[in-house]
């Protein structure tokens, strides 16, 4: 009874604040004190969603479905706009040069005499010289390598608007220097942490070059700067983070951590553990010179090399060593098995492939890349079973970078041949980095990609929405991880594989800060999308509208889209299939190939709209020869106007030019295009 006033003044007060309803319906309910704080915060939080979609349009009519409709109709047309923008650029190009030729005909015709020749060319420098304008508009890309630039180019003059270098991390500021003052503005591009100009190619001594242990192999210091990091005291290099090339992102994730710190943005794949492995050729004890070149590691190589290509004849395959003489060895001991077998093999060996097989060690493996990458250490341990630490161009600075090159080749599977193990590596041994890094990564395979040298950061803390999606949708029977990934872009779940362990299948995410972080609606809304189905998985939206307004006709949407994706990863013949490209707007695509098709054979349009063969030119009106122009150039091919006035000679009966003739057509031509401009 004493406590009967303060109960009376309690609810007055919580009256005046208009939560008598609110009282009256839990009153007698058996609520603690916690509890009927979280039922007053549920009240407030859903009054305050009522009071936003009624107030608030686009919110209060969301539909999950139609949105989706929306975001499948932009993945259509934003991938037309990127198909289609090849086209334009070369029609833009081609007007460019067919004005260049109208506008300095001595240069066109120069260029075409020299064409039309079977010896006695010009040198390239002097054609250049002679006719820069319309062999610019003609070809206005040119690639080469820098040190043929001064063969090639005159320097009176910045002749391109753009220079850019590729793989700037091997090509020295000297070297360099040539182009860039060729151009108007510069676009380095390159990886730092990549191989560096080397000198070992400009070795005088070819016993020296051939020797994996002489430093002239290993010649990578300061003196060797390349024009990327000469660069970068002067101007800010912007990094791009997102990562294409590995089918798994086990792949990349050693370089990302031990490289890159963790900067890279990596994709999670499908693939299970075997994308990473590691073979172990024991130690045979007194087999001589096993400390550069192991034989039975030779031949296990060679023994993977033939079973992959009985196997995967579809996929691509490269091997990687670390010194000349491994390889050579490797590539000897192929030739003699291919030669009782060449048959049997003779497609996947056929050096016409897209992507042939190849046989290098690390100084020349940059920009490669395989479907499967063999990686053969090759060093081991000598006749008394001891680890010699002479592993070639990793002992010596910049060695970790030639390493990196090596471990980042591989698109969807990456096998480490070795004849020790990391355990047999003394981490106290060798101060060298690329020594340090290679005990890491034989670590790293020994796991199969499952153990990085150090603790990754933690996965980002589920907030209560994920909470319950997760809780939802693992209690009607999906098998979710939360925050799926190694780098800082994680799948908001990631269901596995309902019987193949280590493999997943379908990837769903829900609108949340992953969604709404990305910047543009291209990243959220297509290309993460459109990546993670090129990588193997099947993709689910959740919408979180949709889940809090119907909750269980979204975990049966689940249900059923982890259903399907169950079946299609099953399927051999569905299985890594490209997603490139979103389902709904493959018919769209074709379409738009069919305009892009039809418009290369274009006819003009009708009839010729007047009579021709009159017996002079007089006999014409000016109104029907711009009728007669605007109708040649109604199969919207272009012609420089020499080819136009050709033409129309010729459709009109006239066997040889006149300067009337002449005169009259190109007064036609420029009153055509007005027209046609206006």
């Not at 008598?20 to 009054?47: F, K, M």
């Not at 929306?70 to 040069?97: K, L, M, N, S």
């Not at 097989?357 to 890349?369: A, P, S, T, W």
């Not at 889209?561 to 399927?571: F, I, L, P």
């Amino acid at each position: 009874m004493s406590k009967l006033p303060e109960l009376h003044r309690l609810r007055q007060q919580l009256d005046s604040l208009g939560l008598t309803e609110l009282v009256a319906s839990i009153d007698g309910q058996p609520l603690g004190r916690d509890d009927a704080g979280a039922v007053l915060r549920y009240v407030w939080l859903s009054s305050i969603v009522g009071h936003l979609q009624l107030s608030d349009r686009l919110l209060g009519a969301f539909d999950g479905e139609n949105h989706r409709q929306i975001v499948a109709e932009f993945q259509t047309v934003d991938h037309d706009h990127i198909h289609t923008t090849p086209a334009r650029v070369r029609r833009h190009c081609a007007e460019h040069a067919v004005a260049a030729e109208d506008r300095l005909p001595e240069q066109a015709r120069l260029i075409r005499a020299e064409a039309s020749k079977k010896r006695k060319h010009l040198a390239v420098r002097q054609l250049f010289s002679a006719a820069p304008d319309v062999m610019l508009a003609v070809k206005p890309c040119w690639a080469m390598s820098p040190l043929v630039v001064s063969q090639l180019l005159p320097s009176d003059r910045p002749y391109f608007d753009v220079v850019v270098f590729d793989e700037a991390s091997q090509v020295r500021p000297a070297e360099a220097m040539p182009a860039i003052l060729r151009g108007k503005q510069l676009v380095v591009a390159g990886d730092k942490c990549q191989l560096p100009p080397t000198s070992f190619f400009q070795s005088t001594n070819p016993e020296e070059a051939e020797d994996d242990t002489d430093d002239t192999y290993l010649a990578v210091d300061a003196s060797y700067d390349s024009i990327l990091e000469a660069l970068e005291a002067f101007i800010e290099f912007r990094m791009l983070q997102w990562h294409y090339r590995s089918r798994d992102e086990r792949l990349i994730a050693f370089s990302n951590h031990e490289i890159y710190d963790r900067s890279l943005t990596t994709f999670p794949g499908v693939m299970g553990p075997d994308c990473i492995s590691h073979v172990y050729i024991p130690h045979v004890p007194g087999e001589l010179g096993s400390e550069t070149s192991a034989t039975a590691e030779v031949h296990k190589v060679v023994a993977l090399i033939l079973e992959h290509a009985a196997g995967r004849p579809d996929k691509s395959l490269g091997v990687i060593t670390m010194g000349i003489k491994h390889a050579e060895r490797i590539q000897e001991t192929l030739r003699i098995e291919l030669a009782q077998r060449e048959d049997e093999f003779a497609d996947f060996f056929d050096e016409n492939r897209t992507e042939p097989f190849f046989i290098k060690n690390l100084e020349r493996v940059q920009g490669d890349e395989r479907d499967a990458i063999i990686l053969s250490v090759g060093y081991g341990k000598n006749a008394g079973g001891r680890l010699m630490y002479r592993f070639g161009p990793l002992n010596m600075e910049g060695g970790q970078r030639r390493l990196n090159v090596a471990v980042t080749r591989a698109k969807e599977r990456m096998t480490l041949v070795s004849a020790f193990t990391h355990r047999d590596m003394d981490p106290e041994r060798s101060s060298a980095r690329g020594v340090q890094m290679l005990r890491s990564y034989l670590a790293y395979c020994e796991s199969n990609g499952e153990e990085l040298p150090e603790q990754t950061a933690a996965n980002p803390k589920l907030n209560p929405f994920e909470i319950d999606v997760r809780d939802s949708l693992q209690q009607a029977g999906i098998p979710l991880i939360a925050q799926y990934g190694a780098s800082g872009y994680r799948i908001d779940f990631a269901a596995k594989h309902p019987t193949q362990p280590g493999r997943m299948v379908l990837a769903i995410e829900a609108d949340g800060a992953a969604y709404h972080s990305s910047v543009s609606a291209r990243d959220r809304d297509r290309l993460r999308q459109q990546h993670l189905e090129r990588l193997g998985w099947t993709f689910h939206r959740i919408w979180s509208q949709d889940w809090f307004n119907n909750k269980q006709s979204e975990i049966a949407k689940a249900k059923n889209a982890y259903a399907h994706a169950g079946a299609a990863a099953s399927d051999p013949q569905k299985t890594g299939q490209s997603a490139a490209t979103p389902s709904t707007g493959n018919s769209r695509h074709r379409h738009t190939a069919t305009i892009a098709n039809d418009s290369a054979s274009a006819t003009r349009r009708g009839p010729c709209p007047i009579s021709v063969y009159r017996e002079s030119i007089d006999d014409y009106s000016p109104t029907e020869l711009a009728q007669l122009i605007g109708w040649i150039e109604s199969d919207i091919l272009l012609r420089p106007k020499e080819q136009l006035l050709q033409e129309a000679r010729a459709t009109l009966g006239f066997k040889r030019r006149g300067k009337r003739i002449d005169a009259a057509l190109e007064a036609a031509i420029a009153t055509a295009r007005h027209h046609r401009n206006r």
